[in-house]
């Protein structure tokens, strides 16, 4: 099946043309930035002697020609204008940015005004663990954010025994290559270096992107108390939340009932750590408690499972191809 990437010299962008490079069923014909005019090569050296193709000025009606499906890895609002088009052509399209993740309220409520309301309804919400029967039958996805990944992974199986009148707090800690490409005063290198902070606490967008998920998968209304961190370190995610239990049960084992048949969560015996999904699309998940105090541990690479590891999955359950096909498992370790 013939792909297209809707910015391609972004930091996701670019994690897509990787993977997609090596997938047994998809065949990239179509790359595009703000501008065009350029060969890939020259936008990333990275891919000097692996992948000869030219880079065009993004054109909703020149994908329609080459491509079945499309990937936008574009910032949010950017994404619904070529979203919108793409559809009326028939393209089916794997967002990556917020712009159909949540209900039309909530998202102007948090984002900007909406341009593209009538396909809101349409998108499925690419959790493929929570959403993988809706997923086969969709044309448009919403990848999740990488924050909401890691995070409702980690809290949903165990929605039916936490005490949701008692306060859920969720520390989040991810590599600044979650910012994007773009330079800003928090990932000067003079700042980001040997340095950790949290930023948005209690404000952050993906705030209530988690609590809608929670309400829609598991029918609890909760207050999600969501303190993103900055990390030194371009890429990964440790989600870590904390929570209070009705009552003392075997949380374990819960998590294994959750994830058994899951290729892409893995139970872990251990704390989580950055390196053993770096470059993969895993989420490692470890839990654990003191009486009622509960404490649930994932990680991710947020740029993978967070953002285009995750939009291939999503794109081969729409394809009807098998979910694993063509993702990456090998870790950067060490
Ligand atoms: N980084 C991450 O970890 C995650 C990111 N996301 C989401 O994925 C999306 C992409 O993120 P990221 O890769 O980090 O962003 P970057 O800032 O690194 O890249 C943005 C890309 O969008 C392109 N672009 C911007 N405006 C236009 C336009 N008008 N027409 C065509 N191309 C355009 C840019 O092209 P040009 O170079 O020409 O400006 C660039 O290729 C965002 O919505 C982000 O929120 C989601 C989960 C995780
Ligand atoms: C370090 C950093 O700035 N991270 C980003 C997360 C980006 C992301 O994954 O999510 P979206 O697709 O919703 O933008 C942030 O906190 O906004």
Known sequence: MNVAIIGASGYTGLELVKI????????????????????VQDLHPCLKDVIDIEVSKADAKEVSKVADLAFLALPHKTSMFFAKELLELGVKVVDLSADYRLDLETYEKHYCPHEDKEHIKDSV???PEYYGEELKASNLVANPGCFPTAALLALLPFMDVIDADAQIFIDAKTGMSGAGKGLKEITHFGHLNENCHSYNPFKHRHMPEIEEKVKLLKDVDCQINFVPYLLPVTRGMIVSVFATLKEEVDVKEILNNAYNDSEFVRIRETPVDLKSTAGTNYCDIFVDRNKKALFINSSIDNLLRGASSQAVVNANIMCGFEEGEGIPKIAYVP
């Open 125 to 127: 919400y690419g959790l």
């Open 20 to 39: 997609l490079i090596n997938h047994p069923k998809f065949n990239i014909t179509y790359i595009a930035n703000s501008t065009g005019e350029q060969n």
